[in-house]
């Protein structure tokens, strides 16, 4: 059974930082890319990062980029996120998600992600 746990969220005032963890299980998590999308309150999924299976490249959305790391450890099934620099916009449930797919041209795509977290609540605020 494929599993993905979030962790590391929490309340955290402006200009703070947190780190995200996303433990991995049921499937082999080396040969998969990896996104953290996030769902501010009333708003849509936004796609906010992505690493690809050996970690050798990422990308980011606008909006965290130059705030926000992504990384992952391969022999330890765990993806995480770096945030500094936070913001209140940043105030969202955090999700992991797994790629489903090779091609790396469609990561903002949220339908090609097959397995997704239960989420991590960021709270940014004063």
């Known amino acids: 059974e494929v599993q993905l746990v979030e962790s590391g969220g929490g309340l955290v005032q402006p200009g703070g930082s947190l780190r995200l963890s996303c433990a991995a299980s049921g499937f082999f998590f080396g040969g998969s890319g990896m996104s953290w999308v996030r769902q501010a309150p009333g708003k849509v999924l936004e796609w906010i990062s992505f690493?690809?299976?050996?970690?050798?490249?990422?990308s980011y959305a606008d909006s965290v980029k130059g705030r926000f790391t992504i990384s992952r450890d391969n022999a330890k099934n765990t993806l995480y996120l770096q945030m500094t620099s936070l913001k209140p916009e940043d105030t969202a449930v955090y999700y992991c998600?797994?790629?489903?797919?090779?091609?790396?041209?469609?990561?903002?795509?949220?339908?090609?992600?097959?397995?997704w977290g239960q989420g991590t609540q960021v709270t940014v605020s004063s």
């Open positions: 690493i690809n299976s050996d970690g050798g490249s990422t």
């Open positions: 998600a797994k790629y489903n797919l090779g091609d790396t041209r469609a990561i903002e795509t949220m339908t090609n992600y097959d397995y």
